[in-house]
């Protein structure tokens, strides 16, 4: 299975490549990009350059423009589109529709990989989406168990691209109102969750609070690992229960199902966080990379050294094996 990794900045794209990445993939400095964060990204000279440092090591990169068009503003996503294409990108990872169709017509030996922001999760969405723009891969939603995995391969014609560790989210993966309701900015069209600029922490007391705009996310007492404020991953009092109602601050880990995964017909493994540091991508790619090779017994001492980079210090398996609470 191929190793695709992430890189937010130029001197983490070198780090993914050195590392043993089989893939980078990237984004513009602009809203085409759901990681859109200052200090993030690449500007066009900086990704022309990258794409030819990872194709002298023999290295692909993918290009993510995976956020939504806004009517009237098509021009910027087709632009990014166009220099991408121009740039020697190996794939665009898309989600709009729209965007598809623009690259499937006037680059029609582009290869285009459908981004898991377009949540296709069944074999008639997928089998939509190779018929209609000749997609190659399609980057699996992370709410899908091994099982379901195996039974939808079975039933395209397509690459499978599965997340492998790295931050969650589930919210219908990135197609979510809640960063919007509290902060007017929306990760799917501004490519933006939970923007810096809205971000508070305060202390009361003893306690860490922390805040995203008006609304008051988490409260950490006295030693207790705080974490950065986003709604899904917000302590929230449901009835007689205190705690996490949609999802934990943990990062996801499935290197116990590589080879489950493979035998599923995964094409791909992918490693979030682009947003991390060059040391982050340079860790966790050359572990994983060494994990793909590696006896069970041998992975397992591989994941140790990866759980202190771990949000929160704790991994989960996820959907993969589907414990819900």
């Known amino acids: 299975m191929e190793l695709i990794c992430p890189a937010g900045t130029p001197a983490a794209f070198r780090e993914a490549v050195e590392a043993g990445a089989d893939a980078v993939y990237c984004g513009f400095r602009d809203e085409t990009n759901a990681r859109n964060f200052p200090g993030l990204n690449f500007s066009r000279q900086e990704m022309r350059q990258s794409i030819g440092l990872a194709r002298g090591k023999g290295v692909s990169t993918f290009v993510a423009l995976n956020t939504f068009m806004r009517a009237g503003a098509e021009a910027l996503w087709y632009s990014a589109a166009d220099d991408a294409v121009a740039m020697g990108a190996d794939a665009l990872i898309l989600a709009d529709f729209g965007l598809m169709a623009y690259v499937a017509e006037k680059y029609p030996d582009q290869r285009l990989h459908v981004s898991v922001q377009a949540s296709a999760s069944n074999p008639d969405a997928i089998r939509f989406l190779i018929e209609a723009f000749a997609a190659k891969r399609v980057v699996l939603p992370r709410v899908l168990t091994v099982q379901d995995i195996a039974r939808l391969t079975r039933q395209i014609d397509c690459e499978v691209e599965v997340f492998a560790f790295g931050g969650l989210c589930v919210m219908a993966e990135g197609r979510c109102s809640l960063s919007s309701y509290a902060t007017g900015k929306s990760p799917n069209m501004n490519g933006v969750c939970s923007p810096a600029s809205h971000v508070r922490y305060r202390q009361d007391g003893t306690d860490l609070v922390s805040e995203l705009g008006a609304y008051t996310i988490n409260r950490f007492g006295p030693g207790e690992a705080s974490g950065y404020p986003t709604l899904c991953k917000g302590r929230f009092e449901i009835g007689d229960v205190q705690g996490y109602a949609?999802?934990?601050?943990?990062?996801?880990?499935?290197?116990?199902?590589?080879?489950?995964?493979?035998?599923?017909?995964?094409?791909?493994?992918?490693?979030?966080?682009?947003?991390?540091?060059?040391?982050?991508?340079?860790?966790?790619?050359?572990?994983?990379?060494?994990?793909?090779?590696?006896?069970?017994?041998?992975?397992?001492?591989?994941?140790a050294r990866l759980r202190t980079m771990s949000e929160g210090q704790r991994t989960t398996a996820g959907a993969y094996e589907k414990r819900w609470r």
Request: glycine share 6%; charged share 30%; aromatic share 4%.
């Open 246 to 303: 949609f999802e934990d601050p943990v990062s996801l880990d499935v290197v116990d199902q590589i080879d489950a995964l493979k035998a599923a017909g995964v094409s791909a493994l992918k490693i979030e966080g682009r947003q991390r540091g060059k040391a982050y991508v340079a860790e966790v790619v050359s572990s994983l990379k060494k994990a793909l090779v590696a006896s069970p017994e041998e992975r397992a001492a591989l994941v």
